[in-house]
């Protein structure tokens, strides 16, 4: 499920910071969990690395928007 990093079955801010973690760095994702994060494709983006933009767009999941 996009934005659904965790695996819980919701998009909420569980989801959001651990997408901030990997932004940042500090954690990463494998398989499934990195498809989930990685939802911008932009002219940036190498494969399967996490940005703001991926962040963002969690965020806005998580939102409802």
Same mark, same amino acid.
């Given at each position: 499920? %996009?934005? !659904?990093?965790?695996? =819980? ?5 569980? =989801?959001?910071? $651990? ?5 940042? +760095?500090?954690? &990463?994702?494998?398989? $499934?969990?990195? $498809?989930?994060?990685?939802?911008? &494709? =932009?002219?940036? =983006?190498?494969? +399967?690395?996490? !940005? $703001?933009? %991926?962040? &963002? /767009? ?6 409802? /928007?």
């Amino acid at each position: 499920v %996009d934005g !659904d990093v965790n695996g =819980d079955g919701t998009i909420d801010v569980l =989801d959001c910071m $651990a997408v901030e973690l990997a932004t940042n +760095g500090h954690t &990463s994702f494998t398989g $499934a969990y990195n $498809a989930a994060a990685n939802l911008v &494709s =932009d002219v940036n =983006d190498t494969e +399967g690395v996490i !940005d $703001a933009n %991926d962040l &963002s /767009k969690v965020v806005n999941i998580a939102l409802g /928007k």
